[in-house]
Each structure stands twice: as structure tokens, then as C-alpha cells.
């Protein structure tokens, strides 16, 4: 079938069967040899999201670094926020369009090309190889440092470095229940917060942390509070469990203490079981109303206590935005920020967009120099959403 599925299985083969590190390649010979396209890039967020890196077609070789694109405000900002296509003429008689390239709401970056000619039909095609590239170089990162280095458009610290590989792979997941994004900026000396999600048949499971300490010291408590959490949640664990467990590994191995909420929903019913060692409450906005959820708050992980954690439940219905944050988001400078009014006003907003402009906004008040980690994870409940039968 031209133009249609038989293309983009011999784009799959193509890129399986090339160097990981040549993604865009693959795709820009494709589009090269069906529809004469030039200039094919790929851009994507560097590590702070805030700008972008290109990745060009000719070598796969990383722009430099010293010039990056800003990302607020540009057409790329906006392709990424809509994930619509973005068609304009390039001053020279053809037609430079822009992609977006998501994987299940993970906004990876753009597809630019530029074409003589571009018809719907075309269009719909570059926006097919566009989807493609996303599961492309989500398989390909697996095995190149490639887009690790590009994303560095300052140095990195080893603490930092320890932070990020903590974090899940995609900041932002879309399922029929529910829409999650999620954001950490780290403070100048890092603050040990992360956030981590995963999500099974029955049950999307969540937690936010903040170990104490900054730099190093912090990180390698993240990294041994983060293992444990996930080693139970894999064991099959749930929130109390996993609480329980993560606290014995901090009191056997460190002397080092952690707060954290964690939280296991039941994808069916939007029931909720969470526990809350010693971290802020959530914020719920609930038919256009934003408050802090009453939870009774344990103390933290490897505090050596003899009071138990407790299983706490909480209902989610649809159209609620639950609002999961670290004291990076509220604490000194931080604390200019209204977060209540802000979560009201960006409610119409996709998860993703949201959360930037919540730790924008405390970025932004703390001057660009926060004194502690600023995490946020926001998730939309849709409820079981039923899909069509098929025809």
C-alpha cells in the first residue's frame, strides 16, 4: 500500500537494522527517497527544558551545545504543547513542517523537514514517520549515550548525574484512566528529591521522595530509598509494605532520613491507598476548588520509631487533578508563590504544560537559584473510560 503501512514497516526494519545512533538518518533517508525532503532534524529539550538540541540528519552528529534554541515561546514550544503539525513556507518556495514526536503523552521532541511540495496526504505521512521516530529512539537510547550527551548544555555533577538516572525514563504517561506528568528541578547543590511511577494491569503506582542532605551524600540516599521501594513494588508489594521496607533499608545501611508519599491507585475504581512518611499533603483540585488533602502524616523513613506507618485511603473521582509535591515547591523564596491559585489557573492545561509552569514559576521567584530540589507530579483522573466496540 504506498504512502501507508508497508512504508513505515521498512522504516522499523530499516532502523533496526542501523547503528543506534542513527535514528534520524533512517527516518531522513525515508523521507528523502518518498517525498524529496530536505534538512531533516530532530530537536529535543535539554536537560533543565528550557531549550533545545539538534540532531541533525547529515552524520547524527549533536549541534553544538554553546548554541542552543530557547524553547519558551518558539514554534517548536508550540507544536510541543498542542502536538499538532505546524506547516509554514520556508522563504525559499517550499514548505518547512514541524512534527511533534510523543510516545503516550512523552512529548521525546520535534521533527523538522523541509518539502517542496505537501499535499494531506504528505502531511499525514510525515506525521506518521514522526510517531515512528518516537518509538525508534525510545527502543535505540537503550544503547547510545547519544542522546544523553546532547541533552548536557551545562556541566553535569556527579550527584546530578546520580539524580536524574533515578527518575523514570518518560516524565509524562497517557492511559484511558488517567494523564500523569511530573517535574524536578534540582537546586544548585542537589536536594535528593525524585519521583518515580509504573503502572500494571490493575494498579498505577506512585511515590515522591526527598532525602535529606544535598550533593552527593543525598543522592546516594535516593538511590538506595529509590531501589528499595522499587524492589518491594516489584515483589508485589503494597504502599505499606513498601513503606515498611523502605524504611528498614535506610535504618540497616544508612544514617540518613527521607520523607515520602507514596501511593498505589486502583485503575477500575480510582480507590487510592497511600502513605505519607512525613512529606507534604497533597493538593486535589475538585470542581474548580483547590485544598490540601487531610492525611494523618507518619514520620519519616529511618526515623528509628516504634509507631507503625499507616495505610491511608483516598477516592479519586473524574475530573479531579491530584497535586503531589516536594518542600522544594514551598519553602524561602519558593513560598511567593500562591501554588493554590496557580494549580486553578492552569487546570485547563495538559499535566505536562502544567507542571512547567508550576516549577517555572518557582524557579522564577527563587531567583534561578533554588536552595533545595522543587519536584512536582500532577495526575489527572478520568476514571474508566470505555472504549468503542470495535466494528
Known amino acids: 500500500m504506498k504512502g501507508g503501512d508497508v512504508e513505515l514497516g521498512v522504516l522499523l526494519a530499516a532502523a533496526e537494522a542501523a547503528p543506534p545512533g542513527e535514528s534520524v538518518e533512517v527516518v531522513a533517508r525515508d523521507l528523502q527517497k518518498r517525498f524529496g525532503a530536505e534538512g531533516v532534524s530532530f530537536l529535543f529539550a535539554?536537560?533543565?527544558?528550557?531549550?533545545?538540541?539538534?540532531?541533525?540528519?547529515?552524520?547524527?552528529?549533536?549541534?553544538?551545545?554553546?548554541?542552543?534554541?530557547?524553547?519558551?515561546?518558539?514554534?517548536?514550544?508550540?507544536?510541543?504543547?498542542?502536538?499538532?503539525?505546524?506547516?509554514?513556507?520556508?522563504?525559499?518556495?517550499?514548505?518547512?513542517?514541524?512534527?511533534?514526536?510523543?510516545?503516550?503523552?512523552?512529548?521525546?521532541?520535534?521533527l523538522e523537514v523541509t518539502l517542496q511540495s505537501a499535499?494531506?496526504?504528505?502531511?499525514?505521512?510525515?506525521?506518521?514517520?514522526a510517531h515512528a521516530l518516537a518509538y525508534i529512539i525510545v527502543t535505540d537510547r537503550r544503547f547510545t549515550d547519544l542522546y544523553h550527551l546532547g541533552r548536557r548544555t551545562t556541566e553535569t555533577s556527579l550527584a546530578a548525574e546520580i539524580q536524574h538516572q533515578l527518575l523514570p525514563s518518560a516524565p509524562c504517561c497517557e492511559a484511558?484512566?488517567?494523564?500523569?506528568?511530573?517535574?524536578?528541578?534540582?537546586?544548585?547543590?542537589?536536594?535528593?528529591?525524585t519521583y518515580d511511577y509504573t503502572?500494571?494491569?490493575?494498579?498505577?503506582?506512585?511515590?515522591?521522595?526527598?532525602?535529606?542532605?544535598?550533593?552527593?551524600?543525598?543522592?546516594?540516599?535516593?538511590?538506595?530509598?529509590?531501589?528499595?521501594?522499587?524492589q518491594s513494588r516489584r515483589s508485589g508489594c503494597d504502599a505499606l509494605e513498601q513503606a515498611n521496607r523502605?524504611?528498614?533499608?535506610?535504618?540497616?545501611?544508612?544514617?540518613?532520613?527521607?520523607?515520602?508519599?507514596?501511593?498505589?491507585?486502583d485503575l477500575e475504581?480510582?480507590?487510592?491507598?497511600?502513605?505519607?512518611?512525613?512529606?507534604?499533603r497533597p493538593l486535589r483540585m475538585r470542581d474548580g476548588i483547590v485544598e490540601e488533602v487531610e492525611l494523618a502524616v507518619n514520620l519519616p523513613f529511618g526515623v528509628a520509631a516504634p509507631t507503625p506507618y499507616r495505610?491511608?485511603?483516598?477516592?479519586?473521582?473524574?475530573?479531579?487533578?491530584?497535586?503531589?509535591?516536594?518542600?522544594?515547591?514551598?519553602?524561602?523564596?519558593?513560598?511567593?508563590?500562591?501554588?493554590?491559585?496557580l494549580i486553578h489557573d492552569t487546570r485547563p492545561l495538559?499535566?505536562?504544560?502544567?507542571?512547567?509552569?508550576?516549577?517555572?514559576?518557582?524557579?522564577?521567584?527563587?531567583?534561578?537559584?533554588l536552595k533545595d530540589d522543587a519536584t512536582v507530579l500532577i495526575l489527572d483522573w478520568h476514571g474508566r473510560r470505555r472504549r468503542p466496540a470495535e466494528p
Open 46 to 110: 535539554d536537560l533543565v527544558g528550557r531549550r533545545l538540541v539538534r540532531l541533525t540528519a547529515a552524520g547524527g552528529d549533536v549541534a553544538d551545545p554553546d548554541e542552543p534554541i530557547d524553547l519558551q515561546g518558539s514554534t517548536y514550544d508550540r507544536v510541543l504543547q498542542s502536538q499538532l503539525q505546524h506547516v509554514e513556507p520556508d522563504g525559499q518556495g517550499g514548505r518547512r513542517v514541524i512534527s511533534p514526536v510523543s510516545n503516550r503523552g512523552d512529548c521525546i521532541g520535534v
Open 119 to 129: 499535499d494531506d496526504t504528505v502531511l499525514r505521512q510525515v506525521r506518521d514517520a
Open 176 to 193: 484511558d484512566q488517567f494523564t500523569l506528568a511530573a517535574g524536578l528541578v534540582p537546586a544548585d547543590d542537589i536536594g535528593g528529591d
Open 199 to 230: 503502572l500494571d494491569r490493575d494498579t498505577l503506582h506512585l511515590s515522591v521522595t526527598d532525602a535529606m542532605g544535598h550533593d552527593t551524600n543525598s543522592a546516594l540516599l535516593a538511590t538506595l530509598l529509590v531501589g528499595a521501594l522499587r
Open 246 to 265: 523502605a524504611h528498614q533499608a535506610l535504618l540497616h545501611n544508612s544514617r540518613g532520613l527521607a520523607t515520602g508519599q507514596l501511593l498505589c491507585v
Open 269 to 280: 475504581t480510582g480507590f487510592c491507598e497511600l502513605v505519607n512518611a512525613g512529606h507534604p
Open 311 to 341: 495505610l491511608q485511603e483516598l477516592r479519586l473521582r473524574p475530573g479531579d487533578r491530584l497535586v503531589l509535591l516536594t518542600d522544594g515547591m514551598q519553602e524561602r523564596g519558593a513560598a511567593a508563590v500562591d501554588l493554590a491559585a
Open 350 to 369: 495538559h499535566p505536562r504544560e502544567a507542571v512547567g509552569r508550576l516549577t517555572a514559576a518557582v524557579l522564577d521567584a527563587c531567583h534561578g537559584n
